[in-house]
DNA sequence: GTAAATCTGTAACGGTCGATACAGATATTC
DNA sequence: GAATATCTGTATCGACCGTTACAGATTTAC
């Protein structure tokens, strides 16, 4: 077992605190104050375990995968395209929408930072974004060799539209927007699923304009 | 005329060197510093301008609205419904993903803050938001009058929806996607067109899951 | 001309930021 | 027990934040 005297606080419940604080404020909107007060702790207990405000947030972020890998797991085992993409909107508008009080509106990856004095966070946020659209895009292309979708369809496009609407969901959660009102977005989104995924061989055709 | 020493900068100018920075950086993660600098002058002249930093971002804002004030009058004009959703993504993605360098990637109304360590931005973002969906709304629904759309359809789902893409885009614009990924995203978010104006009925008899 | 008004640059304000020095408390190791 | 290691709370660090006091410069009003 490990010397010296043992932590006073639980990582994980400190974590979650802290993580309802970057989420609802964003990196730089929330304080090293803002955050010690809602985890309970001091500033030196905070260092020592994580090092800096960046690495609390890297662990936030980590722990913030962790959770949506369970979501995404499920949403990726739907047995066809169009039901991943039905599965996965819906789950985000129910998401970002949570009217439980248990998470603030929207999402850490979005929320957390956009923008900022230095482009650190919002490129991390970034690329956790993207890994989310490739997990999509590598679904999207296994249902191309099954059959699932056409060939001439567009994985990446496809991929890319579901998450953009994700995000645009997460804009829209948090100016108050509530669960009914993005689940008829998510429906409206995922209606034309069958020109969508005949959208590839036109783009070819013809190209973006 | 105005007595005393005459302004040494033009308020023009200067409100568009501050654009640009709350642009890339969000209002957080402007500093006062980062603003004289790009303004080319000196906090006493910003001040004096513009009353406070919050006041100085009002004044961008509303210099950022009179700019695409001239865009969205364009996009209500267009004589269909369809052509006006057409205009309006194929618009933004093109203007959020702006290479010519002339303006940082994204929107200011979703770049400029989503989250802060006070609402008062984000909100009155969110207001300048929802204002250019009203446009959008008002337009489609003037299209059910005309018979342009069917009157089963749900001009504020369909408005929400064109938000929800264009909010998304930009995200997807500052994280790097280049303008003919968020075309390709536009013209599949345009596909279903009829499918999604006939959404409203659908809506109606069972409702968003 | 003189007075009044406004803008300018310098220099600094109090407050808060993220981050730490330090000493006391509490554990393991021997 | 003594030695060592780690966590804890207090109190504070220098840096930067948004903001402003002040004196000099430049204009109009009379």
């Known amino acids: 077992m490990r010397t010296g005297r043992p932590r006073c606080f639980c990582k994980e419940e400190a974590l979650d605190k802290a993580m309802t604080v970057f989420w609802r404020q964003g990196y730089e909107g929330a304080s090293l104050s803002d955050l010690t007060k809602a985890m309970g702790i001091n500033p030196p207990s905070l260092y020592a375990c994580f090092g800096s405000k960046e690495g609390l947030f890297k662990a936030v972020l980590e722990r913030y995968d962790q959770r949506r890998e369970i979501f995404m797991t499920g949403v990726l085992a739907a ?14 508008a129910g998401f970002v929408a949570d009217t439980s ?8 990856m979005v929320q957390g930072g956009l923008s900022g004095g230095d482009r650190d966070i919002p490129d991390m946020l970034a690329r956790h974004r993207a890994e989310k659209e490739a997990m999509l895009r590598r679904r999207f292309e296994q249902a191309k060799k099954s059959g699932d979708l056409p060939r001439t369809s567009d994985a990446a496009a496809l991929a890319r539209y579901l998450m953009v609407m994700a995000n645009g969901l997460c804009v829209q959660a948090v100016a108050g927007a509530s669960e009914k009102e993005l689940k008829e977005v998510a429906v409206i989104a995922l209606t034309n699923w069958p020109a969508m995924v005949a959208q590839g061989k036109k783009t070819r055709v013809k190209g973006p304009a």
């Open 79 to 92: 047995p066809t395209a169009a039901e991943v993409a039905q599965a996965y909107l819906m789950g985000v």
């Open 101 to 108: 009080g248990r998470n603030p509106p929207g999402c850490l």
